[in-house]
Structure formats: C-alpha cells, structure tokens
C-alpha cells in the first residue's frame, strides 16, 4: 500500500494539517466476507476503543470520534466481494471496523471477524498464503504548495491471487 513521508519540517507541517482537515484523497481497495445488500453506502459513527477488546475499535463505544467510510461494490463472489473505499475521517483500524460493524468483514482480519476457514482447501491455501488481511491502501492524493500529487499502487499479488481464484467460481466463502 501507501504511505506519505515528508522530507522536511515544513512539508510534515503542511500534510498534517492537511490529514486532520481530511482533505487527503484515500482510497482503499478490500475484499470482505458476503454480499453487501447496499452496493454503494456510507458507514458513519463514532470510533473508540472496543470496552472488551483494548485491541479492537468499535462503533458501540461509550466515547469516540466520528469516523465516516464511503463504499461501493466493485465486484461479487460467491460470498464475498471486492469493494472499494474512501475515508472521509481517518482513524485507527477505521475501514476495518466499520466493515465488521455492517456484518462484511475483511477477508483474513481475525481481530475483527474476517477470519476464513472455508470448505474450498484451495482458497484456504491462499488464504494463509497471504498472511494478511486483505485490505490494500490503493490511492493518495494532495495538493502541495500548489502542486497536485497523486499517487497509485497495484494490488500486490497475494491480494491479486485470491481475486483470480475467486473469479473462476471457486469456493464458498
């Protein structure tokens, strides 16, 4: 994925205002569990720690701050699909929890729910090949001292590998 890295004080300066303004560009590329029944949606609540979970974030906390993730179904699987995302807030495990708070887990985020074990031996190879949870940081983009950056990064291919099995119809997930 990407990740933003200033090379001055000035520079740092400027992306931080600009990451707790939210004018930063974030897109998001994940593959979760099921079939979301909105194709296209707004996730919006607020974000704190999970009270039973110190590791876990959780839209049912008692204090957060408002966090707000945008969705839209790319593509459909047998149970799962291929979403892409943008933050309008950004906060810590923020798509995550809010895709495990709307019952569609990342795929392989064992914290949140996304943990797979399915009855195709083959996708569970992948699956634990990976490693990971199946969330990728796709796309940043800023303005800069007048200048517009945009940045873009391709699935890595563990990600890549799990998409290309699940479109030739294998496996319920």
Known sequence: GLLVVAKNT???????????????KREYTALVGGKLKEKKGTVDTYHGRDPNNRLKFSAMAK????????????????????????????????????????????????????????????????LAASGRHLLHAGKLGFDLYGTKFIFDSELPSDFKNVIIYLEKGAGGL
């Open 63 to 126: 204090k957060g701050r408002r966090a707000v993730t945008h969705y839209e179904v790319i593509e459909e699987y047998a149970h799962g699909s291929l979403v892409k995302l943008r933050l309008e807030t950004g906060r810590t495990h923020q798509i995550r929890m809010h895709m495990s708070h709307i019952g569609h887990p990342v795929m392989n985020d064992a914290l949140y729910g996304g943990a797979c074990k399915t009855s195709d031996a083959g996708l569970n190879r992948l």
């Open 10 to 24: 000035a520079s740092f300066e400027e992306l931080q205002v600009k990451f707790s303004k939210h004018s930063i």
